[in-house]
């Protein structure tokens, strides 16, 4: 076996992407389970924001807005909504901050058209939930604070460094993928062929891929990628990949998160295990999972936000944020398919 290497960026495609849910207990109200979709319209204009991305200094009666684009509603990217919008209730005030929630409904486009209406209304900070909707609001404004939430790699997101010191900030939702393929030998030692399973429309997702191969073929285990373009073909992938395959790897993926049920009507009856990259898609499908807190992530990136608006910091220079991860485990799922976990793996609730 050779001696693991830490994780390091890659550059890849930018075309449409990302990521990836625990529950916390500081949880508030959010209107991340709302229906809104890209059509609607935004509301009242705030302050100008100054060219180098910071809000003006906040007055004891100022009211933020705040636009947030959320690529597709699933529980991973619902948490995090969650997260900030709490967040920056807790930090400014629940009668200080309005927020406009959009649902883009997994269209790039309507991420375009959501965040371009959030600068035309000249909101004080938008968050952009999933890569596609961060592209989309780079592209609409060098101005408004943009804050990213589950965001696997900024450097995948926009080849390299070159988005470091403008207006954009945020947190990721990175788990150590070193860990994700020694869980994977340490649970399922017997396993002999990996099918990875992710959307080739997302570049986050091919990065994660890319680096679990890398793992995998230092130990000597067999692995097939499985693509599809959307969820359209996710179903005949699976079955593909099931009747191959000894074990399925998922990563954190916009487009699989939300076919988890799919996944699990094919992969369970056939006896074959789903390990995942994200809570989310292991409580749907999965048997184990080396994961974030969704929430956490968001509430990370809304403090930042929060620091923006009152403190007057600017997006470029704070430092993306990450979150802790926690093993966690799909008891139904591992008790039908008889696999046993370590005990410092936590059943998801």
Do not use: R
């Amino acid at each position: 076996m050779k001696i693991k290497k830490i994780l390091a960026a890659a550059a890849a495609s930018v075309l449409a992407a990302v990521s990836l849910t625990a529950c916390s207990e500081n949880g508030g109200s959010s209107t991340a389970n709302n229906s809104n979709t890209n059509t609607s319209s935004a509301e009242s204009t705030a302050d100008d924001n100054s060219a180098n991305g910071s809000a003006s200094t906040p007055a004891s009666d100022k009211v933020y807005n705040v636009g947030i684009c959320q690529l597709v509603q699933h529980d991973a990217l619902d948490k995090a909504t969650e997260g900030f919008e709490q967040a920056l209730i807790d930090k400014i005030g629940a009668d200080n901050v309005k927020f406009d929630f959009q649902n883009a409904n997994n269209e790039v486009t309507n991420c375009t058209t959501i965040t371009n209406k959030f600068v035309a209304a000249n909101y004080d900070l938008i968050m952009a939930n999933a890569t596609p909707a961060l592209m989309a609001a780079v592209s609409a404004t060098e101005t408004i604070p943009i804050v990213g939430t589950s965001i696997t790699s900024y450097d995948v997101a926009f080849d390299n460094a070159e988005w470091q010191g403008k207006n954009i900030t945020g947190a990721s939702d990175l788990a150590p993928i070193d860990q994700q393929e020694d869980m994977i030998k340490a649970i399922f030692p017997d396993a002999k062929k990996v099918g990875i399973l992710y959307c080739s429309s997302e570049p986050n997702s091919q990065y994660q891929a890319e680096q679990i191969e890398k793992y995998l073929e230092e130990d000597g285990i067999e692995y097939k990628e499985y693509t599809v373009a959307d969820s359209n073909e996710i179903q005949a992938q699976t079955q593909t990949a099931v009747g191959e395959c000894d074990l399925i790897y998922i990563p954190t993926d916009n487009t699989f998160a939300s076919a988890a049920e799919t996944i699990k009507n094919i992969a369970l009856p056939a006896k074959i295990p789903v390990v995942a990259a994200e809570e989310g898609i292991c409580k749907g499908c999965g048997t184990v999972t080396l994961t974030i807190s969704y929430y956490d992530m968001g509430y990370k990136a809304g403090e930042m936000a929060a620091d923006i608006l009152q403190n007057g910091k600017k997006a470029g220079d704070l430092e993306i944020g990450y979150s802790p991860v926690t093993k966690k485990y799909n008891k139904e799922i591992c008790d039908e398919l008889g696999v046993t976990v370590p005990d410092d793996y936590v059943a998801i609730e």
